[in-house]
T-cell receptor, first 114, second 117 residues
Framework: AQSVTQLGSHVSVSEGALVLLRCNYSSSVPPYLFWYVQYPNQGLQLLLKYTSAATLVKGINGFEAEFKKSETSFHLTKPSAHMSDAAEYFCAVSDQTGANNLFFGTGTRLTVIP | GAVVSQHPSWVICKSGTSVKIECRSLDFQATTMFWYRQFPKQSLMLMATSNEGSKATYEQGVEKDKFLINHASLTLSTLTVTSAHPEDSSFYIC?????????????FGPGTRLTVL
């Protein structure tokens, strides 16, 4: 069974400050991990994904995430928050058989304070 | 590339009527399509998975007779909410994946907001 836990349903940061969104996973098999962003009334856009290659994954819009097996974590970071980063962020896990069976976390709403 | 569209983007209907939502992969052939439901301020919940030409596989607790899914071609899947009720009001999102293209990734549509009066 696979699952994802996102700690903190709401995160607020000042513009220019570090963004850290937490994600811990549970998986009985080697996982693939994803971060998606959702803007209001829109679908999901892939930020980045981990597929068992490099543990530090760089994505779009300056985001990156590091896979830490020992901590079962895949936290999302960005050095400097921008107003346009305000959105809902979802962490998801799947097994390595393919794109099927994505399990999403409950999401973290990021607010950027000017 | 890898664009998925949904139509309509929003729909309002009366209780008891049926509503059809279309999901199209515009620039690739989608061997598998997924339908999700998202209630306000909650995460996406997978409703069903459909492979082209075969019956959809529904997640536990999802009524297959109420949420009819058709995946008749490699670029189109439809979700029909039959006899809709106010509790069916939600944001419905489809996604598509392809064995021949970035098989590790699902490409998401923009969603359809359904409001049942």
């Amino acid at each position: 069974a696979q699952s994802v836990t996102q700690l903190g349903s709401h995160v607020s940061v000042s513009e220019g400050a570090l963004v850290l969104l937490r994600c811990n996973y549970s998986s009985s098999v080697p996982p693939y991990l994803f971060w998606y962003v959702q803007y209001p009334n829109q679908g999901l856009q892939l930020l980045l994904k981990y597929t068992s290659a490099a543990t530090l994954v760089k994505g779009i819009n300056g985001f990156e995430a590091e896979f830490k097996k020992s901590e079962t974590s895949f936290h999302l970071t960005k050095p400097s928050a921008h107003m346009s980063d305000a959105a809902e962020y979802f962490c998801a896990v799947s097994d390595q058989t393919g794109a099927n069976n994505l399990f999403f976390g409950t999401g973290t709403r990021l607010t950027v304070i000017p | 590339g890898a664009v998925v569209s949904q139509h309509p983007s929003w729909v309002i209907c009366k209780s008891g009527t049926s509503v059809k939502i279309e999901c199209r992969s515009l620039d690739f052939q989608a061997t598998t399509m997924f339908w999700y439901r998202q209630f306000p301020k909650q995460s996406l919940m997978l409703m069903a998975t459909s492979n082209e030409g075969s019956k959809a596989t529904y997640e536990q607790g999802v009524e297959k007779d109420k949420f009819l899914i058709n995946h008749a071609s490699l670029t189109l899947s439809t979700l029909t909410v039959t006899s809709a009720h106010p509790e069916d009001s939600s944001f419905y999102i489809c996604s598509a994946s392809s064995l021949g293209r970035a098989s590790l990734e699902q490409f998401f549509g923009p969603g359809t907001r359904l409001t049942v009066l």
